[in-house]
């Protein structure tokens, strides 16, 4: 039999995690079957096995596929030598993100890993790998706001990340719950946050 190409195989991956994220968003991951993923994905079972052994093994690959997608949202581009200003651009992306069907819907199986992590070790280290990612960057950000005079020194850096990540996630639940989430209020609310972070003139 021929050699299937390497991209072949990573875009059939893709669409394989694409399908399964649909399904899981609308039907969560244990009322789920295999053979919902296959009807959503159109590929044969053969080709869903070829990838993945099972069920458990495609929640640990959306796991992983959501790390990508979250560390695509950290990245600035151009990052501004303001502080601040970094962090104001990584909260307008991630409520930027949350307006959209796509994030909102990878934001659904998120909570639903969050409670998959209470049962699965590896899940687990993903969810906590997860969030340590965007603290790291943050108590980055403010250790640099308080060399170069931005920051208040008296700040925790690692306290106030937590708080800022757990901000975030709050907003998801609500969001999830069918909350209207402003996103010009979650950034109101956000600046004055970072007003209490910002060294005193």
């Given at each position: 039999m021929p050699k299937v190409k390497p991209e072949t195989l990573a875009i059939r991956r893709e669409e394989i995690l694409q399908a399964a994220e649909i399904c899981f968003a609308r039907q969560g991951f244990h009322q789920t079957t295999i053979q919902d993923v296959i009807k959503q994905s159109g590929l044969s079972a053969g080709c869903i096995y070829g990838h993945f052994t099972g069920k458990e093994e495609l929640i640990q690959a959306i796991g992983e596929s959501r790390h990508g997608r979250d560390?695509?949202?950290?990245?600035?581009?151009?990052?501004?030598?303001?502080?601040?200003?970094?962090?104001?651009?990584?909260?307008?992306?991630?409520?930027?993100?949350?307006?959209?069907?796509?994030?909102?819907?990878?934001?659904?199986?998120?909570?639903?890993?969050?409670?998959?992590?209470?049962?699965?070790?590896?899940?687990?280290?993903?969810?906590?790998?997860?969030?340590?990612?965007?603290?790291?960057?943050?108590?980055?950000?403010?250790?640099?706001?308080?060399?170069?005079?931005?920051i208040d020194p008296h700040v925790q850096p690692r306290g106030a990340a937590r708080a800022m990540v757990a901000m975030f996630q709050g907003i998801v639940l609500q969001r999830l719950w069918g909350e209207t989430v402003s996103t010009a209020e979650a950034m109101h609310a956000f600046d004055i946050f970072l007003a209490g972070l910002a060294a005193k003139r």
């Open positions: 560390s695509a949202l950290l990245a600035l581009k151009d990052p501004p030598d303001d502080v601040l200003q970094s962090l104001r651009s990584i909260a307008r992306a991630f409520l930027g993100d949350l307006q959209k069907e796509e994030g909102l819907r990878a934001r659904r199986v998120a909570l639903q890993l969050w409670a998959e992590a209470l049962r699965d070790d590896v899940v687990r280290d993903q969810v906590t790998s997860g969030i340590r990612q965007p603290i790291a960057l943050i108590v980055d950000l403010l250790r640099r706001g308080q060399r170069s005079g931005a």
